[in-house]
Nanobody
Framework: QVQLVESGGGLVQPGESLTLSCAAP?????????MKWHRQVPGGGREEIAS????????EYADSVKGRFTIIRDNDARTLTLRMNNLKPDDTAVYYC??????WGQGTQVTVAQ
C-alpha cells in the first residue's frame, strides 16, 4: 500500500520560511509519477500550487506562490519537498502531497500569523 507522509507544517510569522517534506517509503514507482503539492483552506476547494515532472527537470507553480515556493524531488530517497519563503497569511492552509493523480498524503497544517 502506497503511503505519502507529510511533515514540517507549523505556525510561523509573516515573512518567515518553512519547508514541507513528503516521504514515500516503499513506493517503488515514486520515480514514475508527476508529484504535486496542493493546499486547502476550510470551506474552500483544493488548490494545486506546485508540480514537478518524474525526472525533476520541469516544474510549474501557481501564480499565488511563484517566486516564493520551490518544489524539489529526490527519487532515490523517495521524497518530495516544498520550500516556502516570504510566507503570507493567505498561505495558511492544509498542504497535501500528491502522486498525480492517484495517491494523497494526509495533509499538514501551515499557519501564518503574527
Amino acid at each position: 500500500q502506497v503511503q505519502l507522509v507529510e511533515s514540517g507544517g507549523g505556525l510561523v510569522q509573516p515573512g518567515e520560511s518553512l519547508t514541507l517534506s513528503c516521504a514515500a517509503p516503499g513506493f517503488d514507482k515514486f520515480y514514475a509519477y508527476i508529484m504535486k503539492w496542493h493546499r486547502q483552506v476550510p470551506g474552500g476547494g483544493r488548490e494545486e500550487i506546485a508540480s514537478i515532472t518524474p525526472t525533476g527537470d520541469k516544474w510549474e507553480y501557481a501564480d499565488s506562490v511563484k517566486g516564493r515556493f520551490t518544489i524539489i524531488r529526490d527519487n532515490d530517497a523517495r521524497t518530495l519537498t516544498l520550500r516556502m519563503n516570504n510566507l503570507k497569511p493567505d498561505d495558511t492552509a492544509v498542504y497535501y502531497c500528491n502522486a498525480w493523480p492517484r495517491y494523497w498524503g494526509q495533509g499538514t497544517q501551515v499557519t501564518v500569523a503574527q
